[in-house]
């Protein structure tokens, strides 16, 4: 579904379809929007990283990833508790930079039934490392261990910067608690 094809007019028709792409791309790998750069505050500069969006809900404007409990992003988030996350969707032609605030869960019901489901699969062995990321080896990998140290981040959107490549032209506006407003891109 080329961007091109279909120019949205208005910034409502914008942020409708924003959240309709994001609620869509945790299901679909091929979405560009599924694997998003998340930066965050360590201490005196800055850190990012890739990850894979998971889940994405309009009413309470959040998104969730999952990491593991120990590592370095979640000691940053901790500290800071605000994040940039960075989207890139080339069909669409959009870019996200979306300010959040970050909450961290790593027990509870809800991660205990997410968990439940994530063990059946091959991904389960990212949250079962004996070792904690970032951790020195003396060989390339480490065994699977047998605890694990799942935890889902919460990012919770304060403001989304949407930029539009176009042949047409960028376009770039503005979402935020005080309204809807375009940009110079
Ligand atoms: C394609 C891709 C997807 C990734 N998805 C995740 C993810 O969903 N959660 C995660 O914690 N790390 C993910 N990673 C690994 C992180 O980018 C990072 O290397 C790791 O989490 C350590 O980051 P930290 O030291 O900042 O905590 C992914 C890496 C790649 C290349």
Known sequence: MPAAAERLATLDAIEARVWAELAAAPQ??????????????????ADARSVVLRDADAVSRSLVFYTDARSPKVR???????????????????QLRLRVNL????SGLAVSSRWARLKMTPAAHDY?????????????????????????????????DWLELHPEGQRRALFDAGGRRWLAP
């Open 76 to 94: 940053q988030i901790e500290a800071h508790p605000l994040g940039t996350l960075v989207l890139w969707s080339q069909p669409l032609g959009w």
């Open 28 to 45: 679909d790998k091929q979405h560009g929007w599924r694997l998003a750069v998340l930066a965050t505050i360590d201490g005196d500069h």
């Open 128 to 160: 079962l490392s004996p070792l904690p990321p970032g951790s020195p080896l003396e060989r390339p990998q480490v065994e699977r261990g047998s605890r694990e140290h799942f935890a889902e981040v919460t990012a919770t959107i304060v403001l989304i």
């Open 103 to 106: 909450t961290l869960e790593a």
